[in-house]
């Protein structure tokens, strides 16, 4: 399927010298496996959560989101890479992201 990476990075500093930042978009593909889901204890949001896994060449950190079929998903954490243990290089890269609803 294909996803739209959200990577946000410093932008540099404002004129009082706090850090800006700016979203550089990244059309990829990518695969989406469901992990688990729960709703909140008052019932008003359904939270899932979702393995990502994208090509090796998509570098991700805690801040990013993608968007995959019109619904939008944050990372919980960094994403790793993942090794190929015979080549030694990196398969893909791996992130745990959420959906509310």
Known sequence: MTCTVH??????KDEYGDVEYA????????LLQQTSTTDDEGHVRQISQWRLLLPPEVGLNGWDSI??????????GDAW??????TR???????????NR
């Open 7 to 12: 990577q946000t990075g410093h932008a540099g």
């Open 89 to 99: 290089r990196v398969h893909h890269v791996e992130a745990v992201v959420e959906r």
């Open 23 to 30: 979203t550089t978009d990244v059309q990829t593909t990518c």
């Open 81 to 86: 890479a993942v090794m190929d243990p015979l």
């Open 67 to 76: 968007t995959v079929d019109g619904q939008s998903y944050v990372l919980t």
